[in-house]
């Protein structure tokens, strides 16, 4: 089976850890995404990363960390410095972020639950 | 910057009415992709339809369809003969080439009644 998995689903944290968010794909896509949705907010963009050892800073990177070392990985990392963590992520894939084709569908894995103590 | 507007934060429709969700967005480029997206209860993002700013034909997937109107900067998405598993978070997104990658609007929370 195909798809895009984020572990664990609910997360606890206690003010001022770090924790770090699973992101792995077996789709073979190039392109990776990290999204936080907020209720009201829609979805806003954290990092992305386009090819392995490559990434950029979304709208909102403040108080995140990302790595691609691995095609099928792109774990995020919730730093103290992040103010108001608790918010629901999201974790996206699509075949080629760099081209404008039909490509560009991004997949979705099923979200990761982060609730700050 | 490109920016996505969902003007209705919560639309009602019964079932098997017709209901148009509405979106218009911001861009000075010419090509480019627009999507519909669908989160139910479950939080599973979920693609509905998209379109190819190229084609003036509006993309249809069974009873969904948008009135894709590029000199308006309009993106609406018709749901017809609607039925209680489309009640769901929609989301409008733009595919920012610039970038590569997608804006998403704030939402809009579509409520489906027997």
């Known amino acids: 089976d195909g798809g895009i998995t984020q572990s664990p689903k609910y997360l606890f944290r206690k003010e001022g850890q770090n924790v770090t968010l699973s992101c792995e794909q077996n789709l073979n896509h190039d392109a990776m995404y990290w999204y936080r949705q907020d209720p009201g907010q829609g979805l806003r963009l954290i990092y992305y990363s386009q090819i392995v050892n490559d990434f950029q800073k979304g709208d909102i990177a403040e108080g995140y960390s990302v790595s691609r070392e691995k095609k099928e990985s792109f774990p995020l990392t919730v730093t103290s410095a992040q103010k108001n963590p608790t918010a629901f992520y999201l974790c996206?894939?699509?075949?080629?972020?760099?081209?404008?084709?039909?490509?560009?569908?991004?997949?979705f894995g099923p979200g990761t639950r982060l609730t700050v103590l | 910057a490109q920016t996505v507007t969902q003007s209705q934060p919560e639309m009602s429709v019964q079932e098997a009415e017709t209901v148009t969700l509405s979106c218009t967005y911001d861009t000075s480029e010419s090509d480019y992709y627009l999507f519909w997206y669908k989160q139910p209860p479950s939080r599973q993002m979920i693609l509905v339809i998209r379109?190819?700013?190229?084609?003036?034909q509006n993309a249809t997937e069974n009873r969904f369809s948008v009135n894709f109107q590029k000199a308006a900067k309009s993106f609406s998405l018709k749901i017809s003969d609607s039925q209680l598993g489309d009640a769901a978070m929609y989301f409008c997104?733009?595919?920012?080439?610039?970038?590569?990658?997608?804006?998403f609007g704030k939402g809009t929370m579509l409520l489906v009644s027997p």
């Open positions: 997104a733009y595919w920012n080439s610039g970038y590569s990658t997608l804006t």
């Open positions: 379109q190819e700013a190229y084609k003036q």
């Open positions: 996206a894939s699509s075949i080629s972020g760099a081209i404008l084709s039909s490509y560009n569908e991004q997949f």
